[in-house]
């Protein structure tokens, strides 16, 4: 397994979901360019069409991060060609491997909801969540109360996104069912404790 490539906590202030970057990234590495062709294109191409490219190149960066951290050309394959349901999960997935703060809200928050069925969650219960996980990461701890706000923000962005949540401001909890693609790759990079935040019983 492939060792985690990870960001600090306070990156997901400004790192969003980014799902149509991710896409745009991956159909780029999927078709064999490699990082540095891709991070110029980002650039010189203005290839996410952005009013300016000033942050380009740092948001083609962030998406390769994503993409390796995946360890799946499968996967990647997919975030660039499948539908974009799928590709959503995928780009979940990805930001749970590279952002520990969102691995740890899919798997202390949502994963014991889908569990006991408790089809609700509030921004009060986000912001519960991320004032419980300051307590316990000293980096955290050290964010401003506007970036945790943008964290808050970007967490319930990210459900909504990915299949969670059936409207941006909506407080229900759909019944969610993953890709079987993403599922076997959650298998072999070794995150089955990761699967109950899937909506799938860890096997042990």
Not at 99 to 115: D, G, K, S, W
Not at 158 to 182: I, K, N, Q
Request: hydrophobic letters at 45%; proline letters at 5%.
């Amino acid at each position: 397994m492939m060792e985690r490539l990870t960001r600090k906590d306070g990156s997901l202030a400004r790192e969003h979901f980014m799902l149509r970057e991710l896409r745009l990234v991956a159909r780029l590495r999927f078709d064999g360019a490699p990082d540095d062709e891709i991070i110029a294109a980002a650039v010189n191409d203005n290839l996410f069409q952005y009013p300016t490219t000033v942050e380009a190149a740092r948001v083609a960066r962030t998406m390769l991060l994503r993409l390796k951290s995946l360890n799946d050309e499968g996967l990647v394959g997919l975030a660039a060609r499948g539908p974009k349901e799928r590709a959503a999960q995928i780009n979940l997935y990805a930001m749970m491997r590279v952002y520990p703060l969102m691995a740890a809200f899919m798997t202390e928050e949502i994963a014991p909801r889908l569990r006991t069925l408790d089809y609700s969650l509030t921004r009060a219960d986000v912001n519960a969540f991320l004032a419980r996980y300051q307590a316990t990461h000293p980096e955290a701890a050290a964010l401003s109360d506007a970036s945790v706000k943008r964290i808050g923000g970007v967490l319930m962005e990210a459900l909504h996104e990915a299949g969670y949540r059936p409207s941006p401001r909506s407080e229900e909890l759909l019944p969610f069912v993953m890709d079987p693609c993403l599922e076997d790759a959650i298998y072999r990079n070794g995150d089955t404790a990761w699967l109950p935040a899937f909506n799938e019983m860890e096997v042990l």
